[in-house]
């Protein structure tokens, strides 16, 4: 991919920005989403004045696919630590739980894989009818690298946890509203205006207000900075291996990361 900005910007008032994401022919995530969202954190954490953000996509068939599987794994790997000590696609994600200001998901298609632990690094996560959200990773027998594993039995329960990382299978917008992956579900056409005038409403609120109540929630029910590195360490340590190359090999085949292929249906397709 480019290094053309993905992250659009509107700031609609001091108090409320919204993010549209845009990378490609289905929104991968890349080594350039790295340093881009890096920077956009900074910025969310640095604006005094900001009550809450929304993420959005300009794709309305991917909100975002997935992490690029194609993309320069050294340049990745020589990354330098963040100040945090975590790698920066761990800190990232660690950091987005934890700005200040509240950050919610306009999920229309498809977040998969490093998509899916964008949307759950957020607050609060609303899905349109055709949202499509799952952690593929065990099916290229990979463990998912952005911690899943620390946020998915907080929010869905042990059990349901365990089937969706274990299973690697979609789960359709209303069976993940369902079980607590996303908040709800919004009715076809509904999604952005719902979502606009819910964060125009925290954007009213008083910010320390809001930044207060949202960091005491944080520690009753966030993942700790160590397990975002230990997911992603088990990540580095298990993806890539000889032993699946044919598993990936035969996703690509079938068109992995082209929008007219298995990208479409891929929690089925994965165990074919």
């Known amino acids: 991919m480019s290094s053309q900005d993905q992250f659009t910007v509107e700031e609609v008032s001091p108090s409320y920005w919204r993010v549209t994401f845009s990378n490609g022919e289905i929104n991968l995530i890349d080594p350039d989403t790295i340093e881009q969202l890096a920077a956009l954190i900074t910025r969310i954490e640095q604006a005094p004045e900001l009550t809450a953000v929304v993420f959005r996509s ?86 998912p690298g952005g911690n899943p594993t620390g946020r998915l039995p907080r929010l869905v329960g042990r059990g349901r946890a365990l089937e969706i990382l274990l299973g690697g299978d979609d789960f359709p917008a209303d069976l993940a509203a369902a079980y607590g992956y996303v908040n709800r579900v919004v009715p076809g056409g509904e999604l952005e205006p719902f979502v606009d005038g819910f964060a125009r409403r925290i954007a009213g609120f008083d910010k320390v207000a809001v930044a207060r109540i949202k960091s005491l929630v944080d520690v009753e029910s966030l993942p700790t900075q160590e397990s975002y590195g230990a997911s992603l360490q088990a990540f580095f340590q298990t993806s890539g291996r000889p032993e699946n190359a044919h598993r990936v090999r035969s996703l690509f085949e079938r068109g992995l990361q082209r929008p007219d292929g298995v990208e479409l249906d891929l929690g089925r397709r994965l165990a074919e």
């Open 58 to 143: 300009a794709n309305p068939d991917f909100f975002m696919a997935h992490w690029d599987m194609q993309s320069d794994r050294a340049r990745v790997a020589a990354m330098q630590p963040a100040p945090s000590g975590l790698h920066p696609f761990a800190d990232n994600l660690y950091r987005l739980a934890r700005v200040p200001a509240a950050t919610i998901t306009e999920i229309d298609g498809r977040a998969r894989g490093a998509g899916s632990e964008f949307v759950l690094a957020t607050d609060i996560r609303f899905a349109g009818p055709g949202a499509v959200l799952g952690q593929f990773e065990v099916g290229v027998g990979a463990v």
